[in-house]
């Protein structure tokens, strides 16, 4: 098995739709001897991430939970701010929720690579 390497442009692309691109890569879904227990997935290198483009209202609307499994410590990250932050952490996110709930995921996602 060999793992080739992509190189994505992220310039107006759609999160969504780029998230769910880069996990199919990830997985190897795209090569023919893909088998859903084995890791066969490539490497992917995204460029000008800060450059992601939003449908609709959801830059304004989307919210991020997180909880520090404290009392009252549900803690609340508007998309927005996240985003200005660190805008490759909101598309590891995403792709990270297309993944296979599994150990296998941990693996994939460490062959994604972002850069601004």
């Given at each position: 098995?060999?793992?080739?390497?992509?190189?994505?442009?992220?310039?107006?692309?759609?999160?969504?739709?780029?998230?769910?691109?880069?996990?199919?890569?990830?997985?190897?879904?795209?090569?023919?001897?893909?088998?859903?227990?084995?890791?066969?997935?490539?490497?992917?290198?995204?460029?000008?991430?800060?450059?992601?483009?939003?449908?609709?209202?959801?830059?304004?609307?989307?919210?991020?939970?997180?909880?520090?499994?404290?009392?009252?410590?549900?803690?609340?990250?508007?998309?927005?701010?996240l985003?200005?932050?660190d805008?490759?952490?909101?598309?590891?996110?995403?792709?990270?929720?297309?993944?296979?709930?599994?150990?296998?995921?941990a693996?994939?996602?460490?062959?994604?690579?972002?850069?601004?």
């Amino acid at each position: 098995m060999t793992r080739e390497k992509h190189t994505i442009d992220a310039t107006g692309k759609i999160l969504g739709k780029l998230a769910v691109e880069i996990a199919i890569l990830l997985r190897g879904k795209h090569k023919s001897s893909y088998v859903p227990n084995q890791d066969i997935g490539d490497f992917v290198l995204i460029k000008n991430v800060d450059k992601i483009k939003f449908s609709g209202k959801k830059f304004d609307k989307n919210i991020y939970y997180h909880h520090t499994k404290y009392l009252g410590g549900l803690k609340q990250t508007p998309l927005k701010i996240l985003f200005k932050k660190d805008p490759a952490k909101v598309l590891r996110m995403a792709v990270s929720g297309m993944l296979p709930k599994n150990k296998l995921r941990a693996r994939q996602i460490k062959r994604l690579k972002a850069e601004k």
